[in-house]
């Protein structure tokens, strides 16, 4: 590399693709008579250059950005990932199994709030950080939050609809909210006692029913019925049903079943 005269800059001046801040004699300490140039690269970050090196590549129509090249795509200072926003970076010293080295970081503001959040690059554009941690207690927050319907049937019967689905290893994502227990069976049209103690099964208790069981306990699948329904129908096919039904409306087992009631 030939030496040459440097130029005298101003600050805020654009220099091989970079914005001159300042112009530092020596190194951090101020020893040596090396000249250097503190630059703000397109990213936003801030580094230390030798200004000869700089330069030169800027003499030659080149651009000469930090060393951090995965920012200069799309995590640059004023990006969104989420609900944070990229304001500047820094480098921070970590430990790792081959020693210290010292890793870019972004620094973030939160639409929460919250700032200097610091985050890796990579990490935003993953989307594996998308807050400060906001969304996540957000989402646990509703996740876990029954609507004051802890004690309740309702939640009894969600509850057991989700363990079930998990020792089954069949679908789940229905909510609290979709377990609406009706006044009389939509099946037997018997009246259902949702009063009944936790835990004791009795046939007008309310039960949850999956229309198609493969499908699993799924919006759009399930509907709440009573005990009495859904242990009837909980191992025959609609043709079954039907053959059932027919057979009990012939006379001769009308009055069988009749006889036997009495």
Partial sequence: ????????????????GCVFLE???GDANGVGGTTFWRLRCICGYEFTRRASE?????KQGKRKLCKNK?????????????????????KIEITTSKGGENRGYTICDCACGNSDIKVLPEQLRSG?????????????????RTHGKTDTREFDLWAAAKERATKCGISFDIELSDILIPD???????PI???????RRQPDSPSLDK???????????IQVISWRANWLKNNGTVEEWIKIAKWCQQEEVKRLLANNQQ
């Avoid at 998308?130 to 876990?144: I, N, V």
């Avoid at 006692?193 to 835990?199: M, P």
């Avoid at 229309?211 to 699948?221: D, I, L, S």
Wanted: net charge positive; hydrophobic share 35%.
């Fill in 1 to 16: 590399m030939v030496k040459s005269q440097l130029p005298r800059l101003t600050s805020g001046e654009e220099v091989a």
């Fill in 23 to 25: 112009e530092i004699k």
């Fill in 54 to 58: 700089h330069w030169y590549y800027a």
């Fill in 70 to 90: 995965h920012l200069h795509t799309d995590v640059a200072v004023g990006s969104r990932f989420g609900r944070l926003k990229v304001v500047s970076f820094t």
């Fill in 128 to 144: 594996e950080v998308q807050s400060c941690g906001c969304y996540l207690k957000e989402s646990t927050g509703d996740r876990f």
């Fill in 184 to 190: 009389i069976c939509p099946v037997l049209g018997i």
């Fill in 193 to 199: 006692n949702k009063d009944l103690g936790r835990g």
């Fill in 211 to 221: 229309f198609v069981p493969e499908k699993g306990y799924v919006k759009g699948n």
